[in-house]
């Protein structure tokens, strides 16, 4: 009986601390994102986008006007 719950248990408790540890290093990143241009910039290439001036000044706004926390 016990071969069963100790393992399932295991992958129980793993995938909820994976999730919590992926949460607050989102957070965080996004954060550091907020302050950092360059950063956003680089996110948005990745994605396909090239931001003018205009558009990455907006996309800072918008994202300073966000809560994180």
Same mark, same amino acid.
């Given at each position: +009986?016990?071969?069963? #719950?100790?393992? #399932?248990?295991?992958? #129980? =408790?793993? @995938?909820?601390?994976?999730?919590?540890?992926? =949460?607050?290093y989102l957070? *965080?990143? +996004? $954060? /550091? &994102?907020?302050? %950092?241009? $360059? &950063?956003? @910039?680089? +996110? @948005?290439?990745?994605?396909?986008?090239?931001?003018?001036?205009q558009q &990455? %000044? /907006? =996309?800072? %706004?918008m994202m300073? %006007?966000?809560?994180? *926390?």
């Amino acid at each position: +009986m016990w071969s069963w #719950i100790i393992p #399932i248990l295991t992958l #129980i =408790v793993g @995938a909820a601390g994976g999730f919590a540890g992926g =949460v607050f290093y989102l957070k *965080r990143q +996004m $954060e /550091k &994102m907020q302050s %950092n241009p $360059e &950063m956003l @910039a680089k +996110m @948005a290439k990745q994605m396909g986008y090239n931001l003018n001036k205009q558009q &990455m %000044n /907006k =996309v800072q %706004n918008m994202m300073k %006007n966000q809560k994180f *926390r």
